[in-house]
C-alpha cells in the first residue's frame, strides 16, 4: 500500500511524503519537527517573541543585581565604615584626632637608679 500515494499519511500544510518498503517517512520543509501523533509541523526553535523576552528578563535581573552593588559598594559600606570608627574610637585613640604631643616624663631617657612618676 502506497500511503503517500492515496494521502492516508502526512497530510499537514509543510508536510512531504516518502514511500518505504512496509511504511512511510514524513518530514516537515525548513527548521520544522514532524509529530506523527498529531501529525502536523512545529518550529524548532523558539520564537523571536520568545528569545526577546528571555533577553528582557536577563536584562533586568542584571541590571537589578548592578544596582545593588552599586547601593552597598557606596551607600551601605560607607556606613558601616563609619559606624565602626565611631566604635574603634571609643576604645582607641586615632591618629587624626589626637595632636601628637609627648609628655616631657615620657620623652627623657631613664638614668641609672632614677625613676619616672
Known sequence: IDECKEHLACQCDGCSCKNTWGGYDCKCTGSKIYIAQHDTCIERSGTKFGWFLAFVVLAAIAG???????FYKYRLRSY?????MAIMS????????HS??????????LRGGSTVV
Open 64 to 70: 537589578v543585581g548592578m544596582g545593588g552593588y552599586i
Open 80 to 84: 558601616m565604615d563609619s559606624e565602626i
Open 100 to 109: 601628637h604631643e609627648v609628655n616631657q616624663a615620657e620623652g627623657r631617657p
Open 90 to 97: 571609643q576604645y582607641m585613640p586615632l591618629d587624626n584626632q
